[in-house]
């Protein structure tokens, strides 16, 4: 069985527990966009791993883990992930991670315009500033830098010696900044090659024969940051929908199976960009707090709110979900009562199809029962309070899509099978 698995809000749904539970039983996971300004955490016997390029399956024995050539990769902050891992006794090596041949390289002046870009527009985008934006901008710029140059001396050096220029000159002219060393940063660049280079393949070429084997690609982000189908223009610069899986890997010959969607018990959501169910009182804080709503690669606190279904109804028919698995529902275990969005109202009057501008838009709740019991500790779905089963027969009607999963903590074992 063969399985995409998406984010359905706007990232930070808990995808990284959730790829580290499905992998038991696939062969090869593979990442197919963005970069590390997203991170995946999960948590075994109170340990705590964060990824922000290397899929999660590599704490699994005996997995290939692929990083897809629609990922823009930071030679260091992969290098240094590598190396955290290491240390705490995981296997990283060629044999199991690969890197796409094709995939492009953040390089420091991408950090340094992602920065002042940020910093002189009039509407804040929310950007981590990590580079990722404008490295795709080269990418489509036909000037970008991939790991094939990378590994290649000469190539590398024409490249980088061409981007500079233009780069310097933008950096100098449009924004007083200073200029970069082209000796500074191919000395640089040179060492993470040196290391790199073994891990670095043609993933179609390698894969290819492993083609009956089974599979799973794992996005980054979520749905609402899709750069064509997210809330433009405070979304990430990559198609993070399912239908890029195969693009952003090179693995088209792979035949799908199932498409696993991924979302909160509640919204959440990190940067600027219109989010209607956002709770600016004491309710938002109480997520925030017992969420720990902090991101895993910035450290900023999310924004929190009530459950959206209106979104998740429209993130299902984009990525053309058939499993829902819900993660977080303990969050919700000390509420009396439980509000979930089912409609827009735009000016006094209901929506009948989802509209192009969020930030318009009032949303109209239900309330739920809340179940006041604790179910972190909770393995079966017969064992969840009746109110919970309530709550996710709701979202299963509204979605008409079957959730599969549950999960009740950030403890590897704390998942259920519906």
């Known amino acids: 069985m063969n399985a995409i698995l998406v984010g359905l809000q706007w990232g930070d749904e808990g995808k990284g527990k959730v790829i580290d539970f499905l992998c038991r039983d696939k062969d090869v996971i593979v990442r197919f966009q963005g970069g590390n300004n997203a991170g995946h955490t999960v948590v075994i016997d109170g340990k705590k791993f964060i990824f922000h390029l290397i899929p999660s399956g590599i704490l699994r024995k005996d997995k290939i883990c692929v990083i897809g050539n629609g990922v823009v990769v930071d030679p260091k902050v992969l290098i240094e992930e590598i190396e955290v891992l290491k240390k705490s006794g995981i296997k990283v090596s060629p044999e199991n991670l690969k890197i796409s041949l094709f995939a492009h390289v953040i390089m420091p002046y991408h950090r340094i315009m992602d920065t002042l870009r940020e910093k002189n527009r009039s509407q804040k985008i929310g950007t981590t500033m990590r580079g990722i934006g404008p490295c795709y901008v080269d990418k489509a710029a036909r000037c970008g830098i991939r790991m094939a140059d990378l590994v290649d001396i000469d190539s590398f050096s024409r490249r980088l010696k061409d981007n500079l220029e233009e780069k310097n000159l933008i950096l100098e002219k449009a924004y007083q900044a200073q200029v970069f060393s082209f000796d500074a940063i191919l000395k640089e660049y040179q060492v993470f090659a040196k290391m790199l280079t073994p891990y670095v393949c043609d993933i179609t070429d390698l894969l290819y024969p492993k083609k009956n084997k089974s599979f799973l690609f794992e996005g980054a982000q979520g749905t609402f940051l899709d750069v064509d189908f997210g809330t433009y223009p405070f979304v990430t610069s990559s198609a993070t929908v399912s239908s890029n899986a195969l693009l952003g890997s090179g693995l088209s010959f792979i035949k799908i199976n199932e498409i696993l969607g991924v979302a909160k018990a509640y919204t959440t959501r990190v940067g600027e960009g219109p989010f209607p169910t956002e709770l600016t009182d004491d309710m938002g804080g109480y997520f925030q707090k017992k969420g720990k709503e902090f991101g895993a690669t910035t450290g900023r606190p999310r924004r ?115």
């Open 304 to 418: 929190c709110g009530w459950l959206d279904l209106v979104i998740l109804r429209r993130a299902r028919i984009l990525n053309n979900v058939n499993k829902i698995i819900l993660t977080k529902l303990d969050i919700l275990d000390d509420l009396k009562e439980i509000k979930v969005c089912t409609a827009y109202k735009q000016n006094g009057k209901l929506l009948k199809n989802f509209p192009l501008d969020l930030s318009a838009v009032t949303p109209v709740y239900e309330t739920l029962k809340g179940w006041r019991r604790k179910t972190e500790d909770i393995r079966s779905y017969s064992g969840l309070p009746a109110e919970a089963k309530k709550y996710i027969a709701k979202i299963e009607k509204f979605l008409d899509c079957k959730v599969s999963y549950v999960s009740v903590g950030e403890m590897r074992e704390a998942i259920i099978k519906k």
